[in-house]
């Protein structure tokens, strides 16, 4: 039995992506086999090339249709995609050819903190102003629309008034590690 073969795309500094590198090293179902970027001085080119995982660097241009990229998926033969840090919409052509197999991971409990703009420290600012008492991940399908697919897993933490936006973003980040890999391999075990 061939092993499933996921590729990821990122845009920064790659830390989530590096879990799955450690995650998936030697699983005997489930590989990393290429990683996407639209920046081409991201941190997670360098993790990449620590594992031996090959990437690929596009400009926005090229994200727009996702006409090039769905050709070079198809050419690795690419069953899922994992977003990590991925700061691009993802293009229509690539939502339709891969439902249900594109995951994404949002820094809070969706829906609430959620839409265009809601991402990075702009999240956890929000969280803090809103005087949330816990914020979380969300572990979700993309579709065509920003956090609005299919909620898989979601995980919390509390938070204390005297936290700073800053305090809760390491919180959160926290359990993107300890979960985003795990519940993506159960969902593609499901698929096998």
């Known amino acids: 039995m061939s ?3 996921i590729s990821i795309f990122a845009s920064g500094s790659g830390s989530n992506a590096e879990k799955f590198f450690e995650y998936f090293q030697n699983d ?7 990683i996407f970027t639209n920046n081409k001085s991201a941190g ?9 995982i090959p990437h690929h660097v ?26 990590a840090g991925f700061m691009l919409l993802i293009p229509d ?18 829906p ?9 420290m702009n999240v956890h600012k929000a969280v803090k102003a809103a005087e949330e008492s816990e914020s979380g991940i969300t572990i979700h399908f993309v579709n065509e629309n920003y956090d609005e697919g299919q909620i898989i897993a979601q995980a919390s933490c509390a938070i ?10 390491k919180k959160v980040l926290r359990l993107e590690h300890e979960n985003y890999p795990k519940v993506v391999a159960e969902v593609i075990r499901k698929s096998i």
Do not use: C
């Open 58 to 83: 596009y400009n926005r241009t090229y994200w727009k249709t996702g006409e090039s990229i769905l050709g070079i998926l198809e050419k690795e033969q690419i069953e899922f995609i994992v977003l």
């Open 160 to 169: 204390d008034s005297s936290d700073s936006a800053e305090e809760i973003a």
């Open 112 to 120: 609430k903190f959620g839409g265009q703009g809601m991402y990075g």
């Open 3 to 5: 092993k499933k073969r």
């Open 28 to 34: 005997p179902e489930i590989e990393i086999t290429s």
């Open 44 to 52: 997670v080119i360098e993790r990449a090339n620590r594992f031996d």
């Open 93 to 110: 052509s690539l939502v339709k050819a891969y439902p249900d197999r594109i995951f994404n991971i949002h820094p809070a409990l969706l």
